[in-house]
């Protein structure tokens, strides 16, 4: 009925399919759901840059917001098959209504080789997104320590 436990007593659906990708292949959709979700701050964690990586789409239940900025920082989210508009609403409970009514979309859908095919696409894409982040990171850090060795400067001068 496309619950997935993992470890769970008589109900570990994850091991069933070797492992928790293969699991995630297996399904239709993902739904990621972060531990940090509060209405003013955005914190992301290991599960949806792990979703972003696999060729399947998926939901976030996350802060307001946070899959807009997933998309501005060149993500691929797959809006084409999931409505995202849920991303915009502020109050939580209505968000995860609607993260809901999503789910129940993909209940009966069947996916096409071309559907396979742009889901490919955008783990691919998004996969290069993170080596990239990941080459750009030290030069990133450098730039941030230099900056705040600047700051110690200009404060211990004062």
Known sequence: HGFVSYLAHDYDTVNSHGTLEQCV??????????????????????????????PRPWLLYCSPHSIALLKT?????????????????????????????????????????????????????????????ARDWPIELENIMLEISTLDIEWDSQ
Not at 121 to 129: I, R
């Open 73 to 133: 920082h060149g993500f691929d989210v797959l809006e084409d098959y999931v409505d995202i508009s849920y991303d915009r609403v502020e109050q939580h409970w209505d968000r995860m209504d609607l993260i809901i009514n999503q789910l129940e979309t993909f209940i009966n859908r069947q996916y096409t080789r071309r559907d396979y095919e742009r889901f490919e696409q955008a783990a691919v894409s998004n996969q290069a997104l993170l080596e990239q982040f």
């Open 25 to 54: 292949i297996d399904s239709k959709i993902s739904l990621v759901i972060e531990t940090y979700t509060v209405d003013t701050q955005i914190a992301f964690s290991e599960k949806i840059f792990r979703a972003l990586q696999l």
